[in-house]
């Protein structure tokens, strides 16, 4: 029965569905008062996130919600607040409009907040930020949330900014592992270098991958697991190789790694492969700091 049991639960992970245990587990952890941040961390990590209780738990770990329930009323009113205010005075200053797109009134919104409103446009911050946004804007239909969430995630992405340099020198590595002949071909090609893991490490694969697939890797960033990005670049390369073994300059690898942003099953191949590599190279796995003080 065990045995059984054990197999029933390998194939719901690999077809992306969880098992009743799993569900009963986290509405369990999610009536728990106050809420145990670490648990549903560790939930994250672990399984994919039900539709149905994902909002609920990207907030509370992104630090959205309180972990205190008769605090969150409060909270929330304040955070609705903050949001009309600054979307007001963007409105006043007539920096958006009507036609402005959401994911710009956000990030327009959030350099209001900093003060960095007018200290020149950062086109790579402006990137990685919408580009998150719009990826939480196709999940969430609450826009309020959605800012204060994509706020969070921006945290992290700069946080991996910080460790970019031992991120690429781990891709480089475990490619090199995992797939002698692909990464003898990209660098004798002067190609793995050219690779911009940095832009689509900083926005965790937003506009790379289609969002279905995508929203499971970010269950795991939500619970603090920035390393699987690593992994999710290696299953891109690997489930590519056929197609990457026949570029022979940037602009082609480029193109070929463009071309999946459209095709489901692939994405969902690629996100199947890269969650079941991260976890067997689980080990010294990289924690934002912003989520360690969190827990603590």
């Excluded at 020149?120 to 580009?131: A, K, L, P, V, W």
């Excluded at 939480?136 to 460790?163: G, H, P, Q, R």
Aim: neutral net charge.
């Amino acid at each position: 029965m065990a045995d059984e049991r054990n197999f029933r639960s390998t194939y719901y992970e690999k077809v992306g569905c969880r098992g009743v245990e799993e569900r009963k587990s986290l509405e369990i952890l999610l009536k728990e008062k106050p809420l145990n941040l670490t648990k549903l961390t560790q939930f994250c990590i672990r399984f994919t996130v039900p539709k149905i209780h994902r909002t609920v738990l990207w907030n509370s770990l992104l630090g959205v919600t309180p972990v205190y329930d008769k605090s969150r009323e409060y909270v929330m009113e304040q955070r609705v607040a903050v949001y009309n205010d600054l979307l007001k005075a963007l409105k006043i200053m007539r920096i958006v409009d009507e036609n402005t797109p959401t994911s710009r009134v956000l990030y327009a919104m959030w350099l209001l907040e900093k003060k960095q409103l007018y200290l020149g446009r950062d086109i790579t911050q402006e990137s990685h930020f919408c580009n998150i946004t719009k990826v939480l804007l196709e999940i969430f239909d609450n826009d309020i949330e959605t800012y204060w969430m994509a706020k969070s995630l921006y945290d992290y992405s700069e946080e991996v900014s910080l460790e970019m340099g031992k991120l690429s020198d781990l891709t480089y590595t475990i490619l090199e592992k995992e797939d002698s002949g692909l990464y003898i071909h990209l660098k004798s090609c002067d190609m793995l270098t050219a690779l911009p893991l940095a832009d689509w490490y900083r926005s965790f694969f937003a506009g790379v991958l289609s969002e279905p697939a995508l929203i499971r890797i970010w269950d795991k960033i939500c619970g603090g697991a920035i390393k699987i990005v690593v992994f999710v670049m290696i299953e891109i390369l690997r489930m590519l190789r056929r197609r990457v073994l026949r570029c022979v300059d940037q602009k082609s690898l480029f193109e070929c790694i463009d071309s999946i942003k459209n095709e489901q099953e692939t994405a969902d191949m690629i996100v199947n492969g890269a969650i079941e590599l991260w976890q067997q190279n689980k080990g010294h796995e990289y924690i934002p700091q912003s989520k360690v003080k969190a827990l603590s």
